[in-house]
């Protein structure tokens, strides 16, 4: 088995432990995770899930290396077989209170609508990355681990990344007639090449992120400068 450490425990683990410890006490586990956090234009999206005991569905993995096909067939799964949720953070929130704060937010947002739902407590949540708190909470008492490329060292987290990603891909290609130019179906709002002179030349549209544009386009506009002389 792969041997992982958690950045907050610094101890050595298998994939998957947390799970199959929870498992075998007939407990479960709550994965969380985000997708959207550098995108240039729309929501950041967070999901929560957790697996039926003893599950061993393949088709679970970090969302980023599968193809779309792939996720869509997962999230299908993940519907009919387990219990999620999601948090939408807006692109004005991600602009008031920064990107890190923003996925706090809708960490914590999908994690208290799943376990809102949810009849067995988990017996610990893991999170990409994320040292997310619930101490103002009535599930204060849950141990939550964090550790980073999560999708990768457990199953629930990569549920819950497919789940972020599936819905805000949808949620981007229905945004795409609405705002023409732009072609949010084909880069989803993240920083391409392709994006980016779409608002040099369009401008930013209001579901573009005030705060991740100036940095971006003044690189822009500066190589087609230098690219004058």
């Given at each position: 088995?792969?041997?992982?450490q958690t950045d ?69 799964w993940i519907v ?20 890190w704060n923003a ?127």
């Amino acid at each position: 088995m792969e041997k992982i450490q958690t950045d907050n425990q610094k101890e050595s683990f298998e994939k998957n432990s947390y799970e199959y410890a929870a498992w075998q006490d007939r407990s479960v586990i709550c994965g969380v995770d985000e997708v959207g956090r550098g995108c240039l234009a729309g929501p950041l999206v967070t999901g929560a899930a957790i697996l039926p005991i003893g599950c061993n569905y393949p088709g679970l993995k970090d969302s980023k290396l599968m193809s779309e096909q792939e996720r869509e067939k997962a999230y299908q799964w993940i519907v009919k077989n387990c219990l999620y949720s999601i948090g939408i953070i807006s692109h004005q929130t991600i602009d008031q209170c920064n990107i890190w704060n923003a996925t706090l937010i809708g960490m914590k947002k999908a994690v208290l609508n799943l376990l809102a739902v949810c009849s067995q407590r988990p017996s610990a949540i893991l999170i990409d990355a994320m040292p997310l708190k619930l101490l103002d909470t009535d599930y204060k008492e849950i141990p939550i681990f964090h550790f980073t490329k999560g999708e990768s060292k457990s199953t629930s987290i990569a549920a819950a990344s497919i789940v972020a990603k599936v819905t805000r891909d949808r949620l981007m290609k229905k945004l795409d007639p609405i705002f023409p130019g732009y072609r949010l179906a084909q880069h989803k709002g993240y920083s391409t090449k392709q994006h980016k002179a779409a608002v040099l030349a369009e401008g930013r549209s209001i579901i573009h992120r005030v705060s991740f544009l100036g940095k971006t386009l003044n690189m822009e506009k500066n190589e087609k400068q230098q690219s004058l002389f």
